[in-house]
């Protein structure tokens, strides 16, 4: 044995003219004569990086005999070289066909995962099973990315379903890093500081904006719209005066003041007029937020006993700038043992300690209206800041800035003990045992809101005499009879929100919930002559959880900077609930390897879930895989100086899926208390029976995978393309075809088939110059999309019809904008708004019974009118409008019957899931150093309405 300094040198005795042999895990053999005192050797990747092992369900394969829709995430590229705040993140766009999107963008969310397409069940959750080290975990946050050895991404049924019915949507597996082997205690500590700032900046439309507004007024016959803040020809040629006078000097810290940036109409004085524009996004988004990382870790071993002890911390700001309150913790401890007892019989446990608290401005209860889509709801006229009393302007700047924290507790817990036990060489039986414990506290403290209100009417402004204060266009005070002098109002300076109104309260919600998990299985090795390799697996697994539940909520706050359920007045409201369920499985696992060149493998499993009626709790599923190592092949030798591996692998698989509510089948009642008083007492009341079919049995998901594997150039280029289908069938879906005479929500049952089909590609390349330059590529795209059968008889566009891709959007298609030279202007050049008739549109009677006259095409064509869509009293399609293509020529712009079969002019124009998702990584490392670059995006995806 050898040691090395810290350079990698070391000294060996040879003579010269000898020959040493290098070796190295995942390198190419390399044999250097011996010709001097110092000797440089440079060793090449090789083949034998298909001889690490790729850890799997249950235990590890040799990845050049993974025959499944496998792929391993590179934890040094991905985790350890970005300063990422968790795992989710650091795994976007990292592999083919895994989507990991954050909804919110906020600090602490959680991130959506999902497996092989947007969706893979209506009424289940469609998230992947995520297990450290083989025990499932509530979010994928909990785990600290430094403690990560291994990630894993099983995709198919055939490599993921011996984790049984909650794999249907995929696996996830995450191992945990062990303690060495050494007897000395190894000490790390590590640190990170960064700054977020947003990709893209989105900017207000400001005198544009204006421009287009006035214009779209004046076009229908108006003087000024606008809501809060009125626009009219002049306040918009005043706006461009001030952007030429004011606009590079007056910032988003300079006060709102009357006269140079708002004014009232004397003659109206509760319409106020803007002059200033206003940009959101200098109010609320911070730039360079900061995230800091810290952690410490012990690892080494006393005699036969390992051990390693971790603790981590991360504090991470969010980039909602009012409030200074939107930030985001996490604390980690872990603790592993491991301890050969004697050479049949090993035993280890563990504990882990995850806390993670997200806070933020509690400035509003809504949950559809946050302060992101107030961002940009109202106009630019709109003011942020302060006016010039120093009183905040109502706005989400003022009420996140004035809002009282509001905080999300999450403690877990995680306790693990286990044994191996060899009984020979080749046979070992592992038994794991694991409590978990989720405890999730969310306390948000309301206020009520006082702020200069741009909502209502302003008042006259007045000195200390009660005289009126008069002010010039710059807001300077004059006096009343100076040349341009207006009258001087104030916001009304109000508290606005009522008492036990909107988020004048306070809240707390507690949940706990308790996790055993139980593994056994026993795994048996088989080599005939090295050419005949068998693995066999035999095992159970079962998993049982409750939970409980419970929300109090008081209004009316009696302290608004102290907010306490004893210092609260009004309503209680609250409410809480118990719930549980659990899972048994068997299964059985073979492997066969014919000299590394023929593979099998076949899984079954035999799931029980509480969550079915007694004679549908258990079901088999089984599946399958097979792989042919053709460059093993005589006939392939000619292309190995090239070629390294090629490998052609398919699998077929069936998972049954249970995640729906455990009450499914179930005809519960909801119990409450009505107005009635009898007796002078509230009388109480039970509800009618939920509807349910009795019969609601597991959905199956049934996956079909076709892939290659290829390497090239001494492993330096490799290839990975998948093909798939996954098809979920007896799918968990409401009723359809009911009505409103029903009286009550659809019953779930299991109709139709979802069948989404796919295609994923990845490639790497690595290399190494003889001066020690490295050098490394990875790049992967996927694509899929899913279409519903069976599912229902209805043919309307908006249902999930036969045949309709999950994401399509219907809409009209645009032509283009409306020209003057559309129409048929009058002698001022102005278009004409005439009466409609039947023999212009059968839709002569909508829109006001209006419309701006058209010419007729060149060729003496009918005018397409479209008042179909006119929706206002006072709107009709004019110059600068959107112009709709008559797809179906009938003369008229309409959704026909809004059936697939007469769309009328509606076609499918989008589709909002996400397509063409890629990753490219690129890097280099020289000496101990290293950069790398990272990209991960969409390369086409849309929104409609109900996107929003």
Do not use: C
Request: aromatic share 12%; glycine share 10%; charged share 20%.
């Amino acid at each position: 044995m050898y040691k090395t300094d810290s350079q990698g040198h070391f000294k060996i005795a040879a003579p010269i003219g000898s020959k040493l042999r290098f070796t190295s895990v995942g390198y190419a053999t390399k044999e250097v004569t011996v010709t001097s005192n110092t000797v440089n050797v440079t060793i090449e990747s090789s083949n034998q990086a298909l001889e690490e092992v790729v850890v799997v369900g249950y235990g590890t394969q040799k990845k050049g005999n993974v025959t499944g829709a496998v792929s391993t995430i590179n934890v040094k590229e991905n985790l350890q070289s970005r300063p990422i705040a968790d795992i989710g993140r650091a795994i976007q766009g990292t592999t083919p066909g895994l989507s990991v999107t954050i909804p919110s963008g906020e600090v602490g969310a959680d991130p959506k995962i999902r497996i092989r397409g947007a969706i893979s069940s209506i009424q289940g959750t469609s998230n992947p099973l995520i297990l450290l080290d083989n025990v499932e975990i509530p979010s994928i946050q909990y785990v600290n990315p430094e403690d990560v050895e291994s990630i894993t991404v099983l995709k198919d049924a055939a490599a993921s379903s011996i984790y049984g019915s909650k794999a249907a949507f995929g696996v996830i597996l995450i191992t945990s890093k062990t303690g060495n082997t050494s007897e000395k205690i190894n000490v790390n500590y590590s640190n990170n500081f960064s700054f977020q700032n947003p990709f893209k900046r989105y900017e207000m439309g400001r005198l544009n904006a204006l421009k287009y507004t006035v214009d779209a007024m004046e076009r229908v016959g108006e003087t000024e719209t606008g809501a809060f803040y009125k626009i009219n020809r002049e306040s918009y040629e005043k706006a461009v005066d001030w952007d030429k006078k004011y606009g590079s000097t007056i910032g988003a810290d300079d006060p709102t003041v009357y006269g140079r940036d708002w004014y009232v109409n004397p003659t109206a004085p509760t319409k106020k007029f803007g002059i200033r524009t206003y940009d959101p996004y200098d109010y609320m988004i911070k730039e360079w937020a900061p995230t800091q990382t810290h952690n410490l870790s012990l690892n080494g071993s006393v005699n036969k006993t390992k051990y390693t002890a971790s603790f981590g911390s991360l504090n991470q700001s969010g980039m909602l700038k009012p409030g200074d309150a939107d930030k985001f913790t996490r604390y980690n401890a872990t603790l592993r043992l491991s301890t050969e007892l004697n050479k049949f019989i090993t035993v280890r446990g563990g504990a882990m300690f995850a806390q993670r608290n997200k806070t933020y401005p509690y400035a509003t209860n809504s949950t559809t209206a946050d302060p992101w889509l107030y961002m940009y709801r109202w106009s630019s006229l709109y003011p942020m800041g302060n006016d010039e009393n120093g009183n905040p302007i109502r706005s989400p700047w003022s009420e996140n800035n004035a809002a009282n924290d509001a905080s999300m507790l999450r403690n877990y817990i995680n306790l693990n003990a286990g044994a191996t036990v060899n009984i020979k060489k080749n046979w070992r039986v592992d038994i794991d045992y694991n409590f978990t414990n989720e405890d999730f506290s969310w306390r948000r403290n309301g206020t009520r809101y006082t702020a200069a209100n741009s909502w209502v009417a302003a008042k006259k402004r007045v000195d200390a005499n009660g005289n009126p204060v008069y002010v010039n266009s710059d807001g300077a005070v004059v006096s009343a009879t100076d040349a341009g002098a207006i009258q001087a109002y104030d916001l009304s300076n109000d508290t606005y929100t009522a008492n036990g109104s909107a988020q004048d309260h306070i809240y707390m919600r507690s949940e706990n919930e308790q996790k055993h998990t139980f593994n056994a299985y026993s795994t048996y090795d088989l080599n005939l002559n090295d050419d005949h390799v068998f693995k066999f697996m035999l095992g159970m697994n079962r998993v049982a959880s409750a939970g409980q539940y419970h929300w109090t909520q008081r209004a009316d706050l009696i302290d608004i900077t102290n907010p306490q359920f004893d210092l609260a007045v009004g309503t209680i409201t609250g409410s809480g609930g118990e719930y549980w369920e659990s899972q048994l499985g068997y299964f059985g696992r073979i492997n066969y390897a014919y000299k590394n060149k023929y593979l099998f493998e076949a899984n079954l499993r035999y799931d029980g879930s509480s969550k079915f009626p007694k004679e549908l709790k258990w079901r088999w599923f089984p599946s399958f895989s097979a792989g042919w190592v053709a460059s093993e092949e005589r006939f392939m030798e000619w292309a190995k100086p090239t070629l390294n591996q090629l490998k052609f692998r398919g699998s077929w698989g069936i998972i049954g899926n249970q995640t729906v509510p455990s009450d499914l089948y179930i005809s519960n009642m909801n119990a409450g208390q009505t107005s009635w008083v009898i007796d002078g007492v509230l009388t109480n009341s039970v509800g009618s029976p939920k509807l349910n079919i009795p019969r609601v049995s597991w959905e199956d998901l049934e996956t079909l995978d076709v892939g290659l594997d290829a390497r090239f150039f001494k492993s330096k280029l490799g290839l990975t393309v998948d093909w798939y289908q996954k098809k979920t069938n007896n799918m968990f879906a409401p009723l359809e075809g009911t009505t409103l005479t029903l009286g009550a929500t659809p019953p779930v049952g299991n109709y139709g088939t979802l069948t989404t089909k796919g295609i994923e590609i990845a490639v790497d390349f690595n290399h190494r110059f003889e001066n020690g330059l490295g050098i490394n590529l990875r790049a992967n795209i996927d694509d899929s999309k899913s279409v519903f059968t069976g599912y229902t008889e209805s043919r309307t566009t908006g249902v999930n019809y036969n045949g309709r891709v999950y994401g399509d959007i219907w809409g009209f298609e645009t032509d283009r904008l409306y020209q003057y030279d559309d129409f048929v202007l009058d002698g001022n050049g102005k278009a004409q708004l005439v009466d409609l008739n039947q023999d212009m549109s059968k839709y002569y009677l909508n829109g006001g019974k209006k419309a701006y006259l058209l010419k007729e095409g060149p060729n003496g064509e009918k005018a397409v009118y479209q008042p179909r869509y006119q929706n206002s009293s006072n709107f009709y399609y004019g110059p600068g409008d959107v112009k709709f293509k008559d797809l179906n020529g009938d003369g008229e712009i309409d959704n026909g019957e809004g059936t697939i079969d007469n769309p009328g002019d509606t076609k499918i124009i989008g589709n909002s899931t996400p397509r063409y998702q890629y990753g490219f990584r690129i890097g280099a490392d020289f000496k101990g150093f290293d950069v790398s670059a990272f990209f991960q995006g969409v390369g086409q995806r849309k929104f409609g309405e109900q996107d929003f």
